[in-house]
């Protein structure tokens, strides 16, 4: 299981003095890129589906594909997540309801979401997860 803290900003997080890329137990199957909180009733990962707790409890990206209950990876805010595709240098990326990255423009409208970072190449983002919002 992941150690869970919230921060000064109320988000949930791994415990201080993690290294390297972060784990936990998924609570589904989860692939590369998927969006991914931590449940306040399992502590496992799951991934997002645009809800405001959910959204509120995002800690990262997943790095690889896990099965449920599997010991998962994700890079965490202000790591760089790596092995992504189609993304546009420049371009800030937003918690998709879906649980992919997406522009904020492709974010439904009535979804939570929150902004995860700026794309550094194609297959590459720089994490900077940011403050969660209702998409008008």
Do not use: H
């Not at 992919?100 to 409208?109: I, M």
């Amino acid at each position: 299981a992941t150690s869970i803290v919230v921060d000064a900003q109320g988000r949930y997080g791994p415990a201080t003095g993690a290294s390297g890329n972060l784990s936990g137990t998924a609570g589904e199957a989860l692939a590369i890129g998927n969006i991914l909180y931590i449940a306040v009733a399992d502590s496992k990962l799951y991934k997002v589906t645009g809800t405001e707790a959910q959204a509120g409890a995002i800690v990262g990206i997943c790095d690889g594909t896990y099965a449920l209950n599997a010991t998962a990876g994700y890079w965490g805010d202000a790591q760089v997540a790596t092995g992504l595709s189609g993304l546009t240098v420049g371009t800030e990326y937003w918690a998709k309801e879906n649980a992919a990255l997406a522009a904020y423009s492709g974010v439904t409208s009535t979804n939570w979401t929150r902004p995860m970072g700026v794309a550094k190449s194609a297959t590459s983002l720089e994490i900077d997860i940011g403050d969660v919002l209702e998409k008008p």
